[in-house]
């Protein structure tokens, strides 16, 4: 019989991939967790999700046979590691799957802000030639400063560059085998920077790193671009900012309260904005599943999985490992 996960995720192509690798796909996102039928509940031992619906202790609870908490995405910040962690629960995420496409689009974000793409597109398709248009910068030349170095910043940096760009970073752990500057503190990263690259996870620690401070630091010709999480960015700072004229502009991906993206931030054309979409690419999620096929059929065996989050279980109880680095 074919393993059975139970999918919280709103995207049919995700499903179907699995229902194509031979897995049993039930589905746990039309309805709550709470509300499926008892003998469903009990009998799932893989829960699929993402970073945004995430997993809580209390839905955990209501799957007394969970094994495993799969994410798609590299995001986990809605998982309660520490609750799967207690019940000998492994959690994994698809780490780097994505970290190209998500490159490339925070990439394509950057020249729009910078260039003024849409609203210049706009004026176009209605029939302005160069009416409210003028010369606007381009990256060449440029400092272009990475909050976080992980798989999609480090793929960020090499794309930046292709266009000439001087790239510096900040992150927790320096990264002495890249060739570039690290910055001590994100406020730092900004005052050496023209532009600014967010590409952090979620979560308490991270809350609202780019604030106030870190925005006028970057300068009114500076443009920040956030593709790692919404609630890295401090949306009423960055209002006041723009509104201020302290910043050229921003390019946005990821939002603090998703899907609600207030009026404010959708009415200034300074802003470019996408809806949490970076990573959604044909490529990105055909990785991101044959991660996770790996990591069921490791589990299955009772070995460890090669893509826990970092601190949890890579191995249930009784297995080879404890938890993950």
Not at 4 to 26: F, K, Q, W
Request: hydrophobic share 50%; charged share 15%.
């Amino acid at each position: 019989m074919p393993p059975e996960v139970l999918m919280r995720s709103d995207s049919p192509a995700y499903a179907t991939l699995l229902r194509e690798a031979g897995l049993t796909v039930a589905d746990g996102f039309s309805r709550p967790i709470a509300a499926l039928p008892a003998a469903l509940r009990e009998r799932q031992r893989i829960l699929v999700t993402s970073g945004l619906a995430g997993a809580t202790a209390e839905e955990m609870a209501l799957l007394p046979a969970l094994g495993m908490v799969a994410c798609l995405g590299t995001g986990f910040d809605r998982v309660d590691v520490a609750a799967a962690t207690a019940r000998g629960i492994v959690v994994t995420h698809g780490a780097g799957a994505n970290a190209t496409a998500v490159a490339d689009h925070a990439m394509a974000l950057l020249l729009a802000a910078l260039r003024d793409l849409p609203r210049v597109h706009a004026l176009t398709r209605a029939g302005h030639w160069r009416q409210g248009v003028g010369p606007r910068p381009i990256p060449s030349g440029k400092r272009l400063g990475i909050l976080g170095m992980g798989a999609i910043g480090e793929r960020v940096a090499r794309r930046a560059l292709g266009f000439e760009m001087e790239v510096l970073y900040h992150a927790r752990t320096p990264r002495p085998h890249l060739p570039f500057r690290h910055l001590p503190t994100p406020l730092a990263l900004a005052q050496a920077s023209d532009h600014l690259v967010v590409a952090l996870p979620g979560g308490p620690a991270t809350r609202h790193l780019v604030g106030a401070a870190v925005l006028a630091a970057l300068g009114p010709q500076g443009v920040v671009v956030n593709v790692g999480r919404g609630s890295v960015l401090d949306t009423a700072a960055l209002l006041a900012a723009l509104e201020a004229g302290a910043l050229l502009g921003a390019a946005l991906d990821v939002f603090e309260e998703e899907p609600d993206i207030p009026a404010a931030l959708r009415a200034r054309e300074d802003v470019v904005m996408t809806p949490h979409m970076a990573a959604w690419a044909p490529e990105a999620r055909q990785a991101s599943v044959a991660l996770l096929l790996d990591a069921i059929a490791r589990f299955g065996r009772g070995e460890p999985v090669l893509n826990a989050v970092p601190g949890a279980l890579a191995v249930q109880p009784g297995g080879a490992t404890a938890a993950s680095a």
